[in-house]
């Protein structure tokens, strides 16, 4: 679970844009899902470059809220929580003061299998299309709200048949807040916040 981070700021004259890059991983080798997953000691979870409002390469999805994360023991996190981390495009534009939308095309990724008695496989999984993914972001200094918005395909071809896709679209929405900091009136985003503020 110990995380080696590598991470640079580089300043253009593009805008007054900077060159951003981050790559991390772990050891807590998992399912192949996304890219660097599953038979390797060392997990890659992050691998990106941000340019501006754009960024490229692996990151959380754009559906995800990677910033909501509850203080738990278990290193899982909480059941239904969205986590997923994709090979993808984003860019996030400001649309006003505190105010973000995001919209990303990401690698697809379906798990579906179908072997018959002797473990042969019928058929294969199909992902020809990307997943479309957006998200509107409201930051406040104690909390924030986000409303994200999925559209995907998901495809399968049986062994010497055709293809059958269908369509699945999802909405997810949360709130973050930090009640002890709104009654201290602390900021939980300080350099060392306490733990009540946080």
């Known amino acids: 679970r110990s995380r080696f981070a590598l991470e640079t700021w580089t300043p253009t004259e593009f805008c007054d844009w900077n060159i951003h890059t981050f790559i991390e991983g772990d050891f807590f080798n998992g399912p192949g899902q996304a890219a660097g997953g599953g038979g390797n000691p060392y997990r890659l979870r992050h691998a990106f470059f941000d ?42 534009i400001p649309i006003f003061d505190r105010m973000f939308w995001a919209a990303g095309v990401e690698r697809p990724f379906s798990n579906i ?3 018959d008695t002797n473990g042969a496989s019928l058929g294969d999984n199909v992902q020809d ?26 495809g399968y071809r049986p062994t010497g048949g055709d293809a059958t896709r269908r369509t699945g679209a999802a ?4 709130a973050v807040f930090h009640p002890w900091a709104i009654l201290f009136d602390t900021n ?11």
């Open 113 to 115: 299998t179908a072997v």
């Open 51 to 92: 340019f501006g409002y754009f960024r490229f390469g692996q990151q959380n999805s754009v559906f995800m809220d990677g910033t909501n994360w509850p203080s738990l023991v278990d290193f899982q996190g909480p059941n239904s929580w969205v986590n997923q981390r994709q090979p993808s495009g984003r860019v996030t």
């Open 129 to 154: 299309v990307p997943d479309f993914a957006t998200h509107w972001r409201y930051e406040a200094d104690r909390g924030h709200l986000q409303v994200a918005g999925l559209l995907r395909t998901i």
């Open 171 to 174: 909405i997810s929405g949360n």
């Open 188 to 198: 939980p985003l300080e350099a060392d916040p306490s733990g009540l503020t946080r």
